[in-house]
């Protein structure tokens, strides 16, 4: 197994976290450098494999096993038919140079009654086992790296129309284990972030359709270390936006149309990492060198379509789209899904249009689920 290239993305993620300069100094100082980076960036990976081939949609379409990641407040609007399920997704990472690294996502849901629904899941990422050098090329010993995430969210139907939730998130980095080498002196990263979302359904008259609207601030917690107190990045606070307009073509045949503004709630470069945490959050919208124009293209925008028939097969395709100076990333996504009975599988696909090396390209991003019915509940008013 070849781990050039490994090493070299490696490289990349431990800059992040393990030579952050000392507090007071200024990151980004390259006059060309506008990207935004933050420590722990594989919580913004998406989970699941239904967003995956809608261009990475999620903020306010139908609720399902994974809504915990996307809108706290869509959990309450789970099927109320349903009482539990469970959801394991799987996304190779690199896979067109490697075969270990992945991440997976694990999620569950149990709806207390009629308004209320609870949820927790598992983000975990493996980079693969990995030889360390330093600089002067001398062996320090093999590790495999792993992140992960644990989070327990809460949904309550303030409503019948309006939902709000909560979610609780632990954040474990270990890039490097206890390694220490000239004057870096590296330790596992730990914080813990809060998720706020909002969600709005309202069913129309016309062509017996819905719409939905949904907002979610995520991963608003504390900074992040892998050495000392005076290194400390943000972690990837984000805020999306969106919504979602679903059409019944005719009693088997259901159209859904999405979109989604996620802006990272991260000073831009170049940037002071002592900039305490809220006064990063509110200055995200003011702080771009380029005035109101560069703040603009700090959003991305995601698009997605998805198609089921007799609620039972699903297909779905997305673009997503990122201004060149903030990343460039750009690519179709595709998709398909199953639903019957108790179980539901999906599949994603993602293609670059920009001709630029995507690390999920070419890979199939895979979630299996089951949900189990509950008893039926009473029509307990959601004003009390």
Not at 41 to 50: E, H, N, S
Not at 51 to 79: C, E, P, Q, R
């Amino acid at each position: 197994m070849n781990k050039l290239s490994l090493l070299a993305f490696f490289l990349f993620l431990t800059t992040l976290g393990l030579s952050q300069p000392q507090q007071g100094t200024l990151i980004g100082q390259d006059s060309t450098n506008r990207v935004i980076t933050t420590a722990v960036p594989f919580l913004t990976i998406t989970p699941d494999a239904r967003a995956a081939g809608m261009g990475d949609v999620g903020v306010a379409t139908s609720a399902d096993v994974n809504s915990a990641y996307w809108n706290a407040g869509k959990l309450a609007f789970i099927d109320n038919g349903l009482g539990y399920g469970v959801s394991g997704s799987y996304t190779p990472w690199l896979g067109k140079i490697i075969n270990d690294m992945y991440v997976f996502y694990l999620s569950g849901f149990y709806k207390i009654g009629r308004e209320q629904t609870v949820a927790a899941s598992m983000k975990y990422f493996d980079l693969g086992e990995i030889q360390f050098r330093g600089v002067s090329n001398e062996d320090l010993g093999r590790f495999n790296p792993r992140e992960f995430s644990f989070d327990v969210t809460y949904s309550r139907l303030l409503t019948e129309e309006l939902a709000i939730g909560g979610a609780l998130r632990y954040i474990h980095s270990n890039l490097t284990g206890a390694l220490s080498t000239g004057n870096i002196d590296a330790r596992p990263g730990n914080s813990v972030a809060v998720d706020l979302g909002v969600y709005y359904t309202k069913p129309l008259s016309s062509r017996n359709s819905t719409v939905s609207l949904g907002a979610a601030i995520t991963n608003l917690g504390a900074k992040i270390s892998y050495s000392d107190a005076a290194n400390r990045d943000f972690i990837p606070t984000n805020l999306r936006m969106g919504g979602a307009y679903t059409m019944e073509l005719d009693p088997k045949n259901t159209l859904t149309l999405a979109l989604d503004f996620n802006k990272l709630l991260v000073p831009s470069p170049p940037r002071n990492n002592s900039t305490p945490l809220l006064s990063g959050i509110f200055g995200s919208f003011t702080d771009a060198r380029g005035g109101f124009k560069e703040e603009i293209r700090e959003f991305t925008t995601s698009t997605g379509i998805e198609y089921w028939y007799d609620k039972t097969l699903a297909g779905r395709v997305g673009y997503f789209h990122e201004a060149n100076d903030k990343g460039n990333r750009k690519y179709l996504t595709a998709g398909v899904g199953l639903r019957k009975n108790q179980f539901g599988f999906d599949v994603a696909y993602l293609v670059p249009t920009n001709k630029r090396e995507n690390a999920l390209a070419e890979t199939l991003r895979i979630t299996i689920m089951l949900t189990f019915e509950g008893k039926v509940r009473e029509k307990d008013s959601v004003t009390d």
